[in-house]
């Protein structure tokens, strides 16, 4: 079993050590899902949310979160992110297994540095799935977040993991 690399040997919660690692090249990748109404789908779709456009800002949302992680996570090391992108896609009835629709959210996130950007691609899949409700909540207070989870990561010293 892997060891937990944030407890110290007394126990105590603790920022690591990267200091002595190598800079390389690591990226990025999580989702997240936003279902909803479908009325509240076309709302979204054509533009009509009452608050503006909602998958424009849950993007901007999105980056912006990736660049605050280290803000969030307490243990997270502040990084100088070299690209943060945040693609938002539609889920129509059908699209799904479980039926749901809604919006799906993918987040990229990269960097040159010491150690990995798994935490600021999951932040900014969560908050931009998050700027989504707020701007929607008027009209479906029943939308929920799932499915925020990490797809792929690569770089340092694990390598690449995928899911």
């Not at 200091?19 to 990748?29: C, G, M, N, V, Y």
């Amino acid at each position: 079993m892997a060891e937990l690399t944030h407890i110290d040997a007394n126990g105590d919660v603790r920022m690591v050590d990267v200091s002595a690692k190598p800079d390389t090249e690591r990226i990025a990748i999580a989702e997240g899902f936003i279902a909803m109404n479908p009325e509240t789908l076309s709302l979204i779709i054509e533009g009509k949310a009452a608050k503006g456009d909602v998958l424009a800002c849950a993007r901007v949302a999105g980056i912006m979160a990736t660049k605050r992680t280290s803000e969030l996570i307490p243990m997270c090391h502040p990084l100088n992110i070299t690209k943060a992108k945040v693609d938002c896609t539609s889920i129509n009835e059908g699209d799904r297994d479980d039926g749901r629709v809604g919006i799906h959210v993918t987040v990229t996130c990269g960097v040159t540095g010491k150690t990995g950007i798994e935490m600021e691609a999951l932040t900014g899949a969560a908050i931009a799935c998050l700027t989504v409700y707020d701007m929607c909540k008027a009209v479906d207070r029943g939308m929920e977040i799932m499915d925020v989870r990490l797809l792929k990561k690569d770089g340092g010293k694990s390598g690449l993991w995928e899911r």
